[in-house]
């Protein structure tokens, strides 16, 4: 079935059981149906959603996967729409993140994430993980 017809399917099914207004319908309904316009959530998307959520900018993405950077862009703001661009790290990255910080000329977020190619909310939500981890 293509991903059109099934979403299509899914809304039918949404009107049938919970009525007319989609602002009366359950969250986990409406996150279905809103997941059904993904791109089907390829091999190759699940690398993107990967690269983003580890913090790689869209630039470095798109110069490594063969992608245009708008294309990424628009999949990180759907991510960012459907609350799935939740940061994370590797303990390797946060152990690379925490040489930086000491180590980079000027070591604001914008300054350490330009040194490792990712994006400064990544950086910051890092840091704050690192103090929360400190306490």
């Given at each position: 079935?293509?991903?059109?017809?099934?979403?299509?399917?899914?809304?039918?099914?949404?009107?049938?059981?919970?009525?007319?207004?989609?602002?009366?319908?359950?969250?986990?309904?409406?996150?279905?149906?809103r997941g059904q316009t993904e791109e089907g959530h390829t091999a190759e998307n699940k690398i993107l959603r990967h690269l983003i959520l580890h913090g790689y900018t869209n630039k470095y993405i798109a110069q490594e996967r063969s992608k245009t950077p708008d294309y990424i862009r628009q999949l990180r703001g759907r991510m960012l729409r459907r609350e799935e661009l939740n940061y994370q790290a590797t303990p390797d990255e946060l152990t690379q993140l925490k040489y930086n910080v000491k180590h980079v000329n000027r070591p604001n977020n914008q300054g350490v994430a330009g040194a490792m190619h990712r994006d400064k909310d990544w950086v910051r939500c890092m840091r704050e993980k690192i103090r929360e981890d400190l306490k």
């Open positions: 079935m293509s991903p059109n017809k099934k979403m299509a399917a899914e809304i039918r099914d949404a009107y049938a059981n919970y009525g007319d207004n989609p602002d009366d319908w359950p969250e986990d309904v409406k996150k279905e149906i």
